[in-house]
């Protein structure tokens, strides 16, 4: 840009082609943090609502269990 602006050059047409490489860039930078996201979301979710679901799956049996129901 600094080039086509020293020589005198149109700086408009220059301006599309670098809106249009950080549009791109932008873009995969997206992809690549929405294809981390899964790996992040797998910790938590290991401690913190799959344990809670178990519980509320496994709690209602083992409460028939101690009351000698089954």
């Keep these: 840009m600094i080039a086509a602006d020293s ?15 950080l ?13 981390t996201a899964a790996t992040k979301i797998l ?3 290991i401690f913190f609502i799959l344990p809670a679901v178990l519980v509320a799956i496994f709690a209602p049996m083992v409460l028939k269990m101690m009351k000698g129901e089954i």
């Excluded at 005198?8 to 809106?19: C, N, R, T």
């Excluded at 791109?24 to 929405?34: D, F, L, N, T, Y």
């Design 7 to 21: 020589v005198g050059a149109s700086i408009g047409p220059i301006l599309k082609q670098l809106s249009g490489e």
């Design 43 to 45: 910790i938590p979710m």
């Design 23 to 35: 549009r791109v860039k932008r873009s995969s930078r997206a992809e690549q943090q929405g294809a």
